[in-house]
C-alpha cells in the first residue's frame, strides 16, 4: 500500500500563498485519484482538492476553485497543492490520501497522511 508524507504547512498572513507536498513511497499513485483534505479544530474533515494520477484531470470544491490549484510530478511521485489568496478560514490541518475513484467524500480515501499544519493570521 501506498505511504503519504505531506510537507509544506505553516503560518502565513492573508493574502499570502503557500504550497503543500504529498509525497508518495511503497507504490506509485498510478491508477488511483489523490486528494486533498482540511479539518479545522471542531469540524469534519473536508474535501478541498484532487487529482486523478493517471490523465491529470483535477476538481475542486466550491470554497477553493480558483484560490487553489492542484498538480502532480510523476518522477517525484508526488502531489501538489499551490494555495494563493489565503484566508484565515483555511485554518486547517491539510491531509492527503488516495482513493480509487472520483469523490468528495472522504471514507473512500485510503493511506491518509498525518497532515501538515497550515494558519492563516488576519
Known amino acids: 500500500q501506498v505511504q503519504l508524507v505531506e510537507s509544506g504547512g505553516g503560518l502565513v498572513q492573508d493574502g499570502n500563498s503557500l504550497r503543500l507536498s504529498c509525497a508518495a513511497s511503497?507504490?506509485?499513485?498510478?491508477?488511483?485519484?489523490v486528494g486533498w483534505f482540511r479539518q479545522a479544530p471542531g469540524a469534519e474533515r473536508a474535501f478541498v482538492a484532487a487529482?486523478?494520477?493517471?490523465?491529470?484531470?483535477?476538481y475542486y470544491s466550491d470554497f477553493v476553485k480558483g484560490r487553489f490549484t492542484v498538480s502532480k510530478d510523476n518522477a517525484e511521485n508526488t502531489v501538489y497543492l499551490q494555495m494563493n489568496s489565503l484566508k484565515p478560514e483555511d485554518t486547517a490541518v491539510y491531509y492527503c490520501?488516495?482513493?480509487?475513484?472520483?469523490?468528495?467524500?472522504?471514507?473512500?480515501?485510503?493511506?491518509w497522511g498525518q497532515g501538515t499544519q497550515v494558519t492563516v493570521s488576519s
Open positions: 487529482i486523478r494520477w493517471s490523465g491529470g484531470y483535477t
Open positions: 490520501a488516495a482513493s480509487a475513484y472520483r469523490t468528495q467524500k472522504a471514507d473512500p480515501y485510503h493511506s
Open positions: 511503497g507504490r506509485t499513485f498510478d491508477g488511483n485519484y
